[in-house]
């Protein structure tokens, strides 16, 4: 399900190290992105605050800008809310037209304010093949999600807050001064983002009519909660039990209704941990230990309510896609079983939509962005030329 796996190139140990020392301890997290009552009320998508990220953007070698930036968004009930995030703006004048847009919703990394993205002094990592977006001339707008960086629990794998506060990113992106940014984006994302990418392309027409949409990419998202939570339960703990807390908050269930006494202090330390690097990634993988074999709840929640509901209310489809939709997915994924990501392809083409389907042989699901980065990008920027949307569906 949902996974992140994602530790590839930007673990190393100075950068965690600094990450520690900004974000790892929680109050340094609240520190940088502390958001008074005062400053949240105002239209979605104005910036709150904005300062350099530290380093800029990796392999962008001084072609571009890199900041942090604090904006205004909204959540599912309408209430305004701070969102954080980091945006990459290439160097020069911007080309007649302005400079277009790719929303990177990144993968799962936690779900309690420290495991924001973008307190990692290497965010960039986390998106394969940023260098050639920005050298191409495309701004990379990066959002948190709601609860990341800023205070809160996130709303995991909630559709219309991923997709809002991906959408009010953009809008943050033209509002920010001297970059150039036009209103045609592309959004693109992996596993948890994968899924927030659908449901931006869902959103977009009724949530951020100025904006163009030209397409949606997602590397091996979550689609039917369902089923890859059920798929995932006894291999996944630490995903269940992110799930489950941010959940619990939602809907104001006290923990002590769904988690058995003698795994909640596993469970609390599993679900609160950040996965971002190699480091937090062994440190979960001991946490999780005595969650194994999916024995720590009190139900099952593929079948229980009101947890099954949101699974079912949050898998994407259930709207018209908004756009043309690239795909990819690796045959050696266990996380997000490819049988499933294809059915739901399958279920795109039904409705209409122009759908690119690769599969990638023999790639797991922690590599599933990187290897289909290159194609991505190239399907964005075809769309956004104006080439009609190729097409894997059978006639």
Not at 119 to 131: E, H, Q, R, S
Not at 358 to 372: E, K, M
């Amino acid at each position: 399900m949902l996974s992140v796996e994602c530790l590839p190139r930007f673990a190393t140990t100075g950068a965690l190290a600094v990450f520690l020392s900004l974000g790892g301890g929680g109050d340094a997290a609240e520190a940088l992105y502390d958001v008074s009552p005062g400053e949240i009320p105002g239209k979605p998508g104005t910036i709150i605050r904005v300062w350099p990220l530290p380093g800029g953007g990796p392999g962008m070698g001084g072609n571009g800008d890199a900041f942090r930036i604090l904006y205004r968004s909204t959540s599912p009930s309408g209430k305004p809310i701070p969102v954080s995030g980091a945006i990459y703006i290439p160097s020069g004048p911007a080309p007649a037209g302005g400079r277009n847009i790719i929303a990177w919703a990144h993968p799962t990394s936690g779900v309690v304010p420290p495991c924001a993205p973008s307190l990692m002094p290497d965010v960039g990592g986390m998106m394969w093949n940023l260098p050639n977006m920005v050298a191409q001339g495309y701004i990379v707008v990066a959002t948190d999600y709601p609860g990341l960086g800023t205070d809160g629990i996130h709303p995991y794998l909630i559709g219309e807050s991923e997709a809002r506060s991906v959408l009010d990113s953009v809008r943050a992106a033209r509002e920010l001064p001297r970059t150039g940014a036009s209103n045609r984006f592309a959004v693109w994302g992996h596993s948890q983002g994968g899924h927030a990418a659908l449901y931006t392309g869902q959103v977009a027409a009724r949530y951020a009519p100025e904006l163009k949409l030209v397409g949606v990419a997602a590397a091996a998202p979550a689609t039917y909660l369902v089923e890859l939570f059920d798929n995932d339960e006894s291999t996944a703990q630490d995903l269940v039990a992110m799930s489950v807390l941010s959940w619990t908050r939602l809907k104001g269930v006290p923990l002590t209704k769904v988690v058995k006494p003698q795994a909640m202090a596993a469970f609390e330390k599993t679900a609160r941990d950040c996965i971002e690097s190699v480091a937090e990634f062994e440190k979960i993988e001991k946490d999780e230990t005595p969650l194994k074999g999916g024995q720590f709840l009190t139900m099952d929640p593929a079948k229980a309510e009101p947890w099954k509901g949101i699974m079912v209310h949050n898998s994407p489809g259930q709207a018209p896609a908004g756009a043309p939709v690239f795909i990819a997915q690796g045959t050696a994924d266990t996380t997000v079983e490819p049988a499933i990501t294809k059915r739901f392809a399958e279920a795109l083409c039904a409705q209409g939509v122009r759908v690119s389907f690769v599969s990638l042989p023999g790639v797991t699901h922690t590599f599933a962005a990187r290897d289909s980065a290159g194609a991505a990008l190239n399907w964005m920027t075809e769309r956004f030329r104006g080439a009609p949307a190729p097409t894997d569906c059978q006639r």
